[in-house]
């Protein structure tokens, strides 16, 4: 269960955490191949094998979330591709419930999100979330990932927490473990970031369905954690 009464400061990521990830898994893992492949008059499968390996070799780091990278890399307009699909961004079922109740509270609520500053764009144009924070933070701005240290040092000098009363809601599991380094003491996943594809298993920290499991002012059931 979460104490909410220990808790002043909540972080919350975007992709895959209050945006279903599904938009983008296929746009990077079925559309953009497809697309690649015509353009360079290659198998679909040879292309998808092609660009998987790159963006594997660049995950983690700022490239990998950047789309000025990957358009001069490709030589796509990855933006204008994104918009073309901007239909498929949508909120996790009880998203905007859970912020809008944050949002009553006395607690800071703060996105901090890996997306490109373009992306974030494209997302809040289909789905305008951004007046139930206090602050957006993108990554890209502080010049570090948030699997990296330096991301939530120069966090505390934008915008100062305190890490024993802070609550990290992330779909990743390195970001997760960077927070944990770093001291952030409530730290929660979703179990199917993902709505087309199956729920994880096997995530190494407390999870969660949807936010109705956890909303703050009421008792929620135990949080499900599967085996370490």
Not at 143 to 161: I, M, T, V, Y
Request: glycine fraction near 4%.
């Amino acid at each position: 269960m979460i104490d909410w009464d220990s808790i002043d400061t909540v972080l919350l990521d975007m992709d895959g955490t209050l945006l279903d990830l599904h938009f983008d898994n296929y746009f990077w893992m079925d559309h953009l191949p497809r697309l690649y492949a015509r353009q360079h008059g290659l198998p679909e499968e040879h292309a998808s094998e092609t660009l998987h390996s790159r963006f594997g070799n660049n995950q983690g780091t700022l490239n990998w979330y950047s789309l000025d990278y990957w358009s001069a890399q490709l030589d796509m307009d990855i933006a204008a591709l994104k918009r073309e699909l901007q239909h498929m961004i949508c909120l996790r079922p009880f998203a905007l419930e859970f912020l809008q109740q944050l949002h009553a509270s006395p607690r800071e609520v703060v996105m901090v999100t890996n997306a490109h500053r373009e992306t974030l764009a494209i997302k809040m144009a289909q789905v305008d979330i951004s007046r139930w924070f206090d602050r957006l933070v993108v990554s890209h701005d502080l010049e570090a990932p948030k699997e990296e240290q330096a991301f939530w040092h120069k966090l505390q000098l934008l915008h100062p927490f305190d890490p024993a009363r802070t609550l990290l809601i992330d779909d990743t599991e390195n970001v997760l473990d960077s927070a944990r380094r770093y001291g952030i003491a409530h730290l929660l996943t979703l179990l199917q970031p993902d709505s087309q594809r199956q729920k994880r298993l096997d995530t190494r920290f407390p999870g969660i369905h949807h936010f109705d499991e956890i909303m703050p002012g009421i008792l929620c059931p135990a949080l499900q954690a599967s085996s370490a």
